[in-house]
């Protein structure tokens, strides 16, 4: 969760926002796509922009 922690810092969130927003926003969808991706239609590879 390094790069998202590095993303929301880059985009002005407070460390202790961003580390929130881990928590409670994004660490929690992940475990859902971990869960589901089997049934998945497509992948989408994440890219930088």
């Known amino acids: 969760m390094q790069r998202v922690l590095n993303r929301h810092i880059s985009t002005g ?7 929130w927003r881990i928590e409670y926003n994004d660490r929690p969808n992940a475990e859902l796509i971990i869960k589901s991706k089997k049934n998945a239609d497509l992948v989408i590879k994440s890219v930088d922009f």
Not at 13 to 19: E, F, G, I, L
């Open 13 to 19: 969130k407070s460390p202790d926002v961003a580390k």
